[in-house]
């Protein structure tokens, strides 16, 4: 019978956590501000067009920002750069504008979806324009061109211009 109370004590506390609670959070942005330099190539981050990234590091406190969502992939995909990465963030290019994109606009770079090799001019190379929706990212590609990703489609070989 003490055994039976006991469990019945432990009870809320087993039962308190579920395994949604533990690992849903919302991922969150930071603001770039008008000095923030690229992590990657060390350009100032606003005074280019398209979609930024930044990349946010499990020891780390400090973000890497980039002034392109192209230069967070060159930087993130590198073996020694892989293990260290919490999330990574970068623009909703169907929501922002271009050429400025809005901070309020930043989306998990995990769940988005890509349109690679588009006529839409970014900084540092071709776009890689991250969408939210893979409806925007078709209707993106149909309009500009390019071909829609997701995130684990983006390799070092595709950037380089390999694949």
Not at 7 to 20: D, E, F, R, Y
């Amino acid at each position: 019978m003490k055994k039976f109370f006991g469990l019945l004590l432990l009870a809320p506390l087993l039962l308190g956590c579920n395994k949604s609670e533990a690992t849903d959070h919302q991922h969150k942005a930071e603001m770039i501000h008008e000095h923030d330099r690229c992590h990657l190539c060390g350009m100032v981050i606003t005074k280019y067009p398209g979609p930024k990234g930044q990349v946010h590091l499990k020891a780390e406190k400090m973000v890497p920002k980039f002034c392109s969502s192209r230069d967070m992939f060159n930087f993130a995909l590198q073996p020694e750069n892989k293990r260290q990465i919490a999330y990574m963030m970068v623009h909703d290019a169907a929501i922002t504008d271009w050429e400025q994109p809005d901070d309020g606009a930043f989306i998990d770079a995990a769940s988005a979806f890509y349109v690679y090799g588009t006529s839409k001019k970014a900084v540092m190379g071709p776009a890689v324009a991250p969408f939210s929706t893979k409806a925007a990212a078709e209707a993106f590609a149909k309009e500009y061109g390019g071909r829609v990703l997701t995130f684990n489609d983006i390799t070092l070989e595709l950037l380089a211009g390999d694949k």
